[in-house]
């Protein structure tokens, strides 16, 4: 069970950092990745991290700007939003992905993410 937190209201040019706190049956073996949905729009791939190593996998438009890390021991998953822009306005979801091997390759592929925490919103006013 995946649950995402720390959306609110704030002002371009802020910062904001989501939670995602996994809980149940977890695994080295998963990949958690971030990904947003704006209104009207297809939900998209932010990020990933592996928890084995902590490898990450960055949408190209956002790296630097969102980085990913996570904590094992609390089995949380952390989206850093920095620079805000309204742009970045969306429902941010936290998703898991169970693979085969602790070395499986990170994908942005949302339909291999087969665990969803319920989203948590950001809204980014100019």
């Known amino acids: 069970q995946l649950q995402a937190f720390g959306g609110g209201l704030v002002q371009a040019g802020d910062s904001l950092r989501l939670s995602c706190a996994a809980s149940g049956r977890t695994s080295s073996k998963y990949h958690m990745g971030w990904f947003r949905q704006a209104p009207g729009k297809e939900r998209e791939f932010v990020n990933a991290?592996?928890?084995?190593?902590?490898?990450?996998y960055y949408e190209s438009s956002e790296k630097g700007r969102f980085p990913i890390s996570r904590d094992n021991a609390k089995n949380t998953v952390y989206l850093e939003m920095n620079s805000l822009k309204p742009e970045d306005t969306a429902l941010y979801y936290c998703a898991a992905r169970a693979t085969a091997s602790l070395r499986q390759t990170l994908t942005k592929d949302v339909n291999v993410y087969k665990y969803w925490g319920q989203g948590t919103l950001v809204t980014v006013s100019s």
């Open positions: 991290i592996r928890w084995f190593d902590g490898d990450t």
